[in-house]
């Protein structure tokens, strides 16, 4: 057998024959770090050398706009439920909950946190969708705390219901990157998702970074839940 990996698949094509840039090709929408408490408030991104054109875009997703578009029937169930977010690497991934693995004991300062799928802005008053799709969620305990757990349940169900209206193109903006780009944006309305480019043929080359500040008085006086205690 070759020990060669296999090339990274290229992605599905439009209709008209072009690389999506809606939508990205796999379940990728979240807001960063959103398995702490208190989460962080903003996120700078700096491309130091983009891929090509037309490839390797982010998206991003409006909560508030989407929140206040949301039909009755969903805002109702959203109102007061809470998300539960795992850190990556704890085992509590989706497809590790398809796979029937058991889960690893974890310490203190990694379990998963309880987040509102309503958050209030702290500086705006207005109301925003606040939660991820299938990275950065408990799918054992989860996703939201309350409602029939997994990948088959309930919440699995109304979570991409919620995601599906959430990330659609009203809700949405596309950004194309061009070398020396900084984007800085607010983790506590914005969900945003990666595209597909070529890391094969290209030395696409990004940095990032997180801000805490303000995240509102539902974390007023908490410590910072991925510390390790002393």
């Not at 903003?42 to 090509?52: C, D, E, G, N, Q």
């Amino acid at each position: 057998m070759s020990k060669i990996p296999p090339k990274r698949p290229a992605p599905p094509l439009a209709a008209d024959g072009l690389i999506p840039v809606q939508y990205p090709h796999q379940k990728g929408w979240h807001t960063d770090q959103s398995y702490r408490r208190p989460p962080p408030d903003i996120s700078l991104f700096y491309a130091v050398t983009p891929s090509r054109p037309d490839t390797g875009q982010t998206l991003f997703a409006n909560g508030i706009l989407a929140y206040a578009a949301l039909p009755a029937r969903l805002r109702a169930k959203v109102d007061a439920l809470e998300g539960l977010h795992a850190q990556p690497g704890t085992g509590r991934s989706r497809e590790a909950a398809l796979a029937g693995r058991t889960p690893r004991a974890f310490a203190a300062h990694e379990r998963s946190q309880r987040q509102p799928v309503v958050r209030i802005h702290p500086v705006t008053g207005e109301k925003s969708l606040y939660l991820c799709e299938w990275g950065q969620m408990d799918w054992f305990e989860g996703p939201f705390v309350g409602m029939e757990k997994g990948p088959h349940g309930e919440g699995a169900r109304l979570l991409d219901e919620i995601m599906s209206f959430l990330t659609e193109r009203r809700f949405c903006y596309a950004h194309e990157w061009t070398e020396g780009d900084l984007l800085v944006w607010d983790n506590r309305c914005l969900v945003h998702a990666a595209t597909w480019f070529d890391g094969e043929a290209e030395g696409r080359l990004m940095w990032r970074t997180t801000v805490h500040g303000n995240p509102g008085a539902a974390y007023a006086g908490e410590k910072k839940s991925w510390l390790p205690a002393a």
